[in-house]
Structure formats: structure tokens, C-alpha cells
């Protein structure tokens, strides 16, 4: 089936360490995006892609890092700048930049 | 100003209700419009596409009001299975998400 994977569902990070979210879809997208949600608030946009080895800044940017270098791929490190990074964060794909979005099942990350 | 605004509910109503609500956008460059349903601690999924002529989709209406710069979506005959928040989204670059409609259905 063709999909967007994201993994894992649940993470948890410890103070000052850097952690990567996978983000894969095999449905041939060429835009793909990160989204936070903090509980009972919107989705904020972190990074996107509109194409394999480009990214832009989103709305909340900081402390968080992308790479494309794969189209079906788009992993997200939170790192250690990031101060509150405990959200549900959400990975979406679509076919380009101006067409509705199809979402992972989201990974919650949480601090120990 | 936020680009999307949505007024957050809760809407409560009882099962076979009529429940509608608007979301308003600031962009009038924005092009296309969605509404996306999200369930407690779940992933958006999209639920319709607006357009200009409105569009319907079972017991689903969404309209969109350019001059007025509001989408709308009005759900008939409620079941308790439609409980969830309700996104709208618009696109000029790039999406743009309202914060969300809590719709909740009583029996």
C-alpha cells in the first residue's frame, strides 16, 4: 500500500542530545513537510520541501534541522537548541506544493 | 494575524443535528481550500476540497466566500462518529492550517 511511514511512534530524549524522526512515503510526492502540534493547538509548520535537495524554513525553524537527499525520504533532528521539544510531530507529503496533503501517523517525542 | 482563523467550538450537539461553522482567511491570494478532519491524538486526514461553486459530499457541504474571504462547512444529520476537530486549510505557497473546530456529538 502506498503511504507515508513514520517512525517511531513514541520517542523520548534525554537533555542535550539531538534526536532524528523518519519520515518516508513511496508515493512519489515531490513536496513533503514537518508539523508540530502542541496539545489542543494547531499544526505549525517546521521545514518543508518542494523538491529532492531543497528545504525552507517554516514557521518555527529553530532548533530543529532537515535533509532531502532522497525524494522518498525527509528525516527531522530535533536538537538540543530546541528548549521545549515535547509535541506530536507530524510528516506530510504531497504531489506538489499546492495540492492537499497526506499525513504519517505522527511521532510523540517527549523529554525524560 | 493568523492566515487561518477558526473559531475552536466546541460545538455540542445531539446526534441527527445540523452543525455548521466558517473559518476565515486573511491571504486573498490564497488559492485552494480544504477541510481536513483530525480524531483525538490522530494523524489530519482530508475530508473535502472547496471550491468555488461549493461542493458536497454526503452529508457533508463546504462553500467558499471569496469576497467575504470565509470557507464554510456545514455537516446534516450528525452522527456520533463525526466527533473530531475540523481543519481548515488554505494554500497559496504553501498550507496554511486554522487551529481547528471541535465538533462533539451526543447521543
Known amino acids: 500500500d502506498g503511504g507515508i511511514t513514520q517512525s517511531p511512534k513514541y520517542l523520548f530524549r534525554k537533555e542535550g542530545q539531538n534526536v532524528t524522526l523518519s519520515c518516508e512515503q513511496n508515493?512519489?510526492?515531490?513536496?513533503m513537510y514537518w508539523y508540530r502540534q502542541d496539545p489542543g493547538q494547531g499544526l505549525r509548520l517546521i521545514y518543508y520541501s518542494q523538491i529532492v535537495n531543497d528545504f525552507q524554513k517554516g514557521d518555527i525553524a529553530e532548533g530543529y534541522s532537515v535533509s532531502r537527499e532522497k525524494k522518498e525520504s525527509f528525516p527531522l533532528t530535533v536538537t538540543s537548541a530546541q528548549k521545549n521539544p515535547t509535541a506530536f510531530y507530524l510528516c506530510a507529503s504531497s504531489p506538489t506544493s499546492n495540492q492537499p496533503q497526506h499525513f504519517g501517523d505522527g511521532t510523540r517525542l517527549s523529554i525524560l | 494575524r493568523k492566515e487561518v482563523e477558526q473559531d475552536p467550538g466546541p460545538f455540542n450537539v445531539p446526534e441527527g443535528a445540523t452543525v455548521a461553522f466558517n473559518c476565515t482567511y486573511s491571504n486573498s491570494a490564497s488559492q485552494s481550500f480544504f477541510w481536513y478532519r483530525q480524531d483525538c491524538r490522530k494523524e489530519p486526514k482530508l475530508l473535502m476540497s472547496?471550491?468555488?461553486s461549493g461542493n458536497e459530499d454526503g452529508r457533508f457541504t463546504a462553500q467558499l466566500n471569496r469576497a467575504s474571504q470565509y470557507i464554510s462547512l456545514l455537516i446534516r444529520d450528525s452522527k456520533l462518529s463525526d466527533s473530531a476537530t475540523y481543519l481548515c486549510v488554505g494554500i497559496d505557497y504553501k498550507l496554511s492550517f486554522g487551529a481547528g473546530t471541535t465538533v462533539t456529538v451526543r447521543a
Open positions: 472547496v471550491y468555488s
Open positions: 508515493l512519489n510526492h515531490d513536496a
